[in-house]
């Protein structure tokens, strides 16, 4: 089963970036909302949206945000215990199957999808914000590697399923996490804060068997401190394709994927709308691109 992706947006995503252009794009809002990018305001929002008490906003939020239960895990005791035990909820496997095509590129997550190239100086640019590798990983030696390869940036919203997974298998050689604050992800933020490099983030470098070593990162956003990665503690790990590697507490978040040079094709539509300055939806498992073909 395959998902066409598109690049649509609800009424949600309409007037949550007419909100979030009304403060970031102000100085006095962008005063007010600079405390709330601490984590420990992440950390109080997160007691709260744990709390039994959250359990009322949970049928508002299933019907704004369109959720179909009949596609999720039922949860331990038959019902959700609060907000974001629904907001981590799992997707019955069958909802979010992976392309059966090993060389086929999955997406790791459900979100909107903007593609970028690396250049040799190890410099992306995310409208005129420039993001240099060196500052996003805090590792020189291993910047290098990306330099003239691509950035896969996947922006979810607080409506997309918040789980994600590894897109091929290999063996995990690296793992690191870096403190920060916690902006929103959305494009609005980053005309005036460099918030890839600015947010609390952790990443993964796989050696992968079919798309050469690519680099996996979750970003934390505005309200989502919490980034819950399964088996932190392991050095090196053998991973497999489709495997969920972890999720987001309450909120928006990104999803940064690297690859080397020559490792990845991508697929057109794909490239089109990034060309456009677009974003495209996608969903987890569906094909985004493929393994390079080698001369």
């Known amino acids: 089963m395959k998902h066409n992706a598109s690049t649509n947006a609800g009424p949600r995503d309409g007037f949550q970036d007419k909100l979030l252009q009304l403060i970031y794009n102000h100085a006095l809002g962008r005063a007010l909302i600079l405390p709330f990018t601490h984590p420990v305001i992440s950390k109080i929002g997160g007691y709260c949206m744990d709390s039994s008490l959250s359990r009322i ?8 945000a369109h959720i179909d239960l009949s596609q999720c895990e039922l949860p331990a005791g038959g019902r959700y215990r609060s907000f974001n035990d629904l907001f981590t909820r799992r997707l019955l496997p069958q909802a979010r199957p992976f392309d059966p095509d090993p060389l086929t590129l999955a997406s790791p997550c459900d979100a909107r999808l903007t593609a970028y190239s690396i250049s040799p100086r190890r410099v992306f640019h995310i409208k005129q914000t420039a993001y240099r590798l060196e500052d996003l990983l805090r590792d020189p030696k291993l910047a290098r590697r990306f330099a003239g390869g691509t950035a896969l940036v996947f922006r979810l919203c607080v409506d997309d399923y918040h789980r994600y997974a590894w897109p091929d298998g290999g063996l995990r050689a690296h793992y690191r996490k870096i403190p920060g604050r916690l902006h929103t992800v959305n494009p609005v933020a980053n005309d ?44 090196r790990l053998d991973v497999m394709r489709g495997q969920e590697k972890g999720y987001f507490a309450f909120g928006g978040s990104t999803i940064v994927l690297l ?22 939806r996608v969903r987890m498992g569906q094909r985004i691109g493929r393994a390079a073909r080698r001369q």
């Open 57 to 64: 906003l949970i049928p508002s939020f299933i019907r704004t």
């Open 192 to 235: 005036h804060f460099p918030i890839y490099k600015e947010n609390c983030r952790e990443y993964t470098v796989v050696r992968s068997q079919h798309f050469g070593t690519y680099l996996m990162m979750e970003v934390g956003a505005l309200m989502v401190g919490k980034i819950v990665n399964h088996h932190t503690g392991y050095t």
């Open 259 to 280: 690859f080397m040079p020559g490792a990845v094709e991508l697929d057109e539509p794909i490239l089109q709308a990034s060309a456009r300055g677009e974003e495209t």
